[in-house]
T-cell receptor, first 115, second 114 residues
Framework: AQKITQTQPGMFVQEKEAVTLDCTYD???????LFWYKQPSSGEMIFLIY??????QNATEGRYSLNFQKARKSANLVISASQLGDSAMYFC????????????FGTGTSLTVIP | AAGVIQSPRHLIKEKRETATLKCYPIPRHDTVYWYQQGPGQDPQFLIS???????DKGSIPDRFSAQQFSDYHSELNMSSLELGDSALYFC?????????????FGSGTQLSVL
């Protein structure tokens, strides 16, 4: 069975500081994709970053980077230079291989950026 | 660029009624997913379609059905609604970009069952 674990239900960070949101996963498949999504209070799900299990380098997208440690099965999201607009729920998700396979989501981390 | 479009944005129904949620994926995206997110919960996978064929099924009740049409839009049909069906329903579409892939979500349909 696939499983995503986010152990931080809530996090606080000072504006302009960096913050790391933890995510660990459990899968026996060698090939999978990892994602991070942001869900602001308005409810929409916003794609942030993707990491493939065979990617040699950690993914980066602007202020977002993914600290991928395959042996430890962790895929932590690092947000640099936090902004007030970063306050939201953040979900880690994993997709096993194969077209159409469902995405498994973690329970999310609520991030609050303090001015 | 066009995003995933869902309609309606909000829907209020009574118990035992039916509801139809619509999703228009981003053009040329190959897979459509439906997710249900209860209050304070993470999204739960319901069903997916790859090139208009059902490709995977999650925790979708028998009272729900879905399909993807020739124009690639998808509909989630919900019958005999229950109070517990009140949730945010997301549609998402997927695109492959080389060895990478991206999943884009619509803004969701907030269903309230009274």
């Amino acid at each position: 069975a696939q499983k995503i674990t986010q152990t931080q239900p809530g996090m606080f960070v000072q504006e302009k500081e960096a913050v790391t949101l933890d995510c660990t996963y459990d899968t026996s498949d060698p090939s999978y994709g990892l994602f991070w999504y942001k869900q602001p209070s308005s409810g929409e799900m916003i794609f942030l970053i993707y990491q493939g299990s065979y990617d040699q380098q950690n993914a980066t997208e602007g202020r977002y980077s993914l600290n991928f440690q395959k042996a430890r099965k962790s895929a932590n999201l690092v947000i640099s230079a936090s902004q007030l607009g970063d306050s939201a729920m953040y979900f880690c998700a994993m997709r096993p291989p194969g077209t159409g396979n469902q995405f498994y989501f973690g329970t999310g981390t609520s991030l609050t950026v303090i001015p | 660029a066009a995003g995933v479009i869902q309609s309606p944005r909000h829907l209020i129904k009574e118990k035992r009624e039916t509801a139809t949620l619509k999703c228009y994926p981003i053009p040329r995206h190959d897979t459509v997913y439906w997710y249900q997110q209860g209050p304070g919960q993470d999204p739960q996978f319901l069903i997916s379609f790859y090139e208009k064929m059902q490709s995977d099924k999650g925790s979708i009740p028998d009272r729900f059905s879905a399909q993807q049409f020739s124009d690639y839009h998808s509909e989630l049909n919900m019958s005999s609604l229950e109070l517990g069906d009140s949730a945010l329903y997301f549609c998402a579409s997927r695109v492959l970009q080389g060895v990478s892939e991206k999943l884009f979500f619509g803004s969701g349909t907030q269903l309230s069952v009274l």
